[in-house]
């Protein structure tokens, strides 16, 4: 699975407004909802809520990768932001600058998921796109870059 066919643009924001963690899963969830991405906006968002209560998705390098797993997702979808201030993901651990959102259909649940994780983890000890990753405003020269390294089509 292409983190291509998974991301573009309409779902990358490089500068989010968020003060807090559900405020950030809130205006993440809403940029897949307006992408046409999810069903149910009030689901989905329930889910990943869920989804953290069971277990932090705080990665502990200023990165979180909270996700669902909802019926109401109508396309398997990673959104990702930094945020302009780091907010603090409400489990004592380091706090969070960069977001992973990952929206899994069911139909994507078993091994296609783990995939989509594995190609973020690959990126996240990438240093040069950790640099670019804090640094660019420019969301395609991320895709591209995303695409380079994890062997995405263009």
């Known amino acids: 699975m292409d983190l291509r066919e998974l991301m573009n643009e309409n779902i990358i924001n490089l500068n ?14 809403k940029m897949l909802s307006k992408d046409n991405r999810i069903n149910s906006l009030r689901e989905f968002i329930a889910d990943v809520y869920k989804r953290e209560a069971m277990e932090s998705t705080n990665m502990g390098i200023g990165v979180a990768i909270p996700h ?4 109401g997702i109508k396309k398997s ?4 932001v930094r945020l302009n201030k780091e907010i603090s993901w409400e489990d004592g651990g380091e706090p ?10 069911p139909e994507d649940k078993g091994v296609e998921h783990l995939e989509v994780i594995s190609k973020i983890a690959t990126l996240l000890i990438d240093d040069d ?12 020269e ?7 390294l994890v062997g ?3």
């Open 16 to 29: 989010l407004k968020a003060k807090s963690k559900r405020k950030a899963i809130n205006k993440i969830a």
């Open 68 to 71: 669902s797993k909802t019926i």
């Open 77 to 80: 979808s990673v959104a990702l």
């Open 96 to 105: 969070v600058k960069t977001i992973f959102l990952l929206a899994v259909s």
């Open 129 to 140: 796109f950790i640099s670019l990753l804090n640094s660019t405003d420019d969301s395609k």
């Open 142 to 148: 991320l895709l591209d870059r995303m695409d380079e």
């Open 152 to 154: 995405g089509e263009k």
